[in-house]
């Protein structure tokens, strides 16, 4: 653990809290964030942060009170005050109609070993040289945008419960890079996500447009028509389906309040293709993993699906409370360990696919909407990087086309499954830093997929 003072003040006003005999917790999150934006193929944005944000929850009885306090900890003062108006919110808070868990670790917990120091303090002139050379490599005469953010988070946890701590420490970096046409107004993207600096590199974009462009440059765009297609899933695509297959369906309360896709469905029952397991998996290296979720609950690799088979729910520490439920380590902002087990097939997706005639090969996913949360209906539009495959050959750059299809069938109707595993980076930079990556196979090929529309354009 890092030596921090402020985790000596909190300690100080929790020790204070017993004495006075007040059930309180302590959440402490610290961000060292980058961020460097592109636009118009030069540097438009570059800034950092340095945020403390101290989380303290009271519970009086059936009441909770919350404070939270923003800026640097300099004193036991300062914390000592955020606990009072704590107190105070909680003498006037809504009474719960069951009665609250207290949040706090139940063990000591320590977990660094997603740290590395290069890149919480990397200079932006890297980034510059980065961007630079993708843009040379690629072609000076398109346009570019993109961005990336770097940087680590801290957080420090304890409780009047006991004398446990939970900390984690670890460093993360999402990459996004976006070639656009001038005049036909094409895009192509790409990005890269790690918790390490040395495992990305520019090569692997500049690579990637390259061998994208040409389909682009010397091919029409390719219209289709509203019907049923094979369609091939990318690393953005799937990434859209997990975050929805786990928000609105295996969502404890959802589940609980019948507003969830699996809502008429028990554990036990089959919920996808064999081919499919799903699983919250905190050790994979492909995720951020956490070791503790925002009430201090140790989190383990948690089963969802397993060979298709319907297997848990998630539930948050209150939601566990009010629905009497057992702790699964959920209280979080989003289900972001998520990790979809790889399937057996080539890891080249042409050579996957040759056999099944016309493929839509869509990587990503945009303006997603949930149509029917009940039935798991999701909507979205392709953007960057379809493609039209014929007997495992690219023919055309796909017009942009809206899908429209329940997510459980998707996953019933899948024939191909990439045995290449990969990480795909969702987090929001808009908001407290909190990494949220997914581990997947770089593609999954599913039938009778229904495309509802299709653009006359890109």
């Not at 959440?27 to 592109?38: Q, V």
């Not at 462009?213 to 094979?230: R, W």
């Not at 609980?256 to 008429?264: A, G, I, R, T, V």
């Amino acid at each position: 653990m890092r030596n921090c003072k402020a985790f000596d003040y909190i300690r100080e006003v929790r020790d204070y809290a017993i004495s006075k005999g007040i059930n309180a917790s302590f959440h402490l999150h610290i961000e060292n964030s980058h961020l460097m934006r592109l636009g118009n193929s030069s540097v438009s944005l570059n800034t950092s942060e340095h945020l403390y944000r101290l989380q303290i929850e009271v519970l009086d009885g059936k009441k909770i009170g919350n404070h939270t306090r923003m800026g640097m900890i300099d004193s036991s003062e300062d914390v000592k005050k955020a606990f009072e108006v704590a107190v105070e919110n909680a003498k006037y808070a809504h009474e719960n109609s069951y009665q609250p868990i207290l949040k706090g670790p139940s063990e000591n917990i320590e977990k660094s070993d997603q740290y590395d120091e290069t890149l919480e303090n990397l200079d932006s002139d890297y980034k510059v040289n980065f961007f630079k050379k993708i843009i040379e490599k690629s072609g000076s005469q398109f346009n570019y945008s993109g961005s990336w953010s770097s940087g680590s988070i801290e957080v420090f946890m304890v409780s009047t419960a006991n004398r446990f701590e939970a900390w984690h420490l670890g460093t993360d970096q999402n990459i996004l890079v976006v070639l656009q046409h001038p005049q036909k107004r094409w895009e192509l993207k790409k990005e890269l996500s790690s918790w390490r600096l040395k495992d990305v590199h520019a090569d692997d974009v500049i690579n990637h447009f390259i061998n994208l462009l040409p389909v682009y440059e010397n091919n029409e765009g390719y219209k289709i028509e509203p019907a049923e297609y094979t369609v091939a899933f990318g690393p953005g695509a799937i990434s859209e389906f997990l975050f929805a297959f786990t928000e609105i369906g295996f969502n404890g309360q959802a589940y609980e309040d019948k507003q969830s896709w699996l809502c008429h469905n028990k554990i036990g029952d089959k919920i996808a293709n064999e081919s499919v397991t799903l699983t919250d998996n905190p050790d994979s290296d492909l995720v951020f993993g956490l070791a503790f979720d925002d009430a201090g609950t140790k989190r383990n690799k948690f089963p969802l699906i397993e060979k298709g088979l319907f297997k848990g729910i998630m539930y948050s520490i209150q939601n566990a409370a009010k629905y009497n439920k057992t702790l699964t380590g959920h209280t979080l902002t989003y289900i972001n360990n998520a990790v979809l087990e790889p399937g057996n097939d080539d890891p080249n997706i042409l050579e996957a696919v040759k056999d099944l005639g016309k493929v839509l090969y869509i990587p990503d996913i945009h303006y997603v909407g949930i149509a029917s949360p009940t039935k798991g209906i999701l909507t979205g539009s392709s953007r960057y990087n379809a493609v039209l495959i014929e007997n495992g050959k690219i023919v055309a750059p796909l017009f942009s086309c809206r899908i429209t299809e329940r997510i459980g069938k998707i996953f019933n109707n899948i024939v191909r499954m990439s045995s290449e595993s990969i990480s795909f980076n969702l987090s929001n930079t808009y908001e407290r830093r909190s990494p949220f990556a997914l581990g997947m196979p770089s593609y999954i090929v599913a039938k009778n997929v229904m495309m509802t529309d299709s653009a006359d354009s890109f």
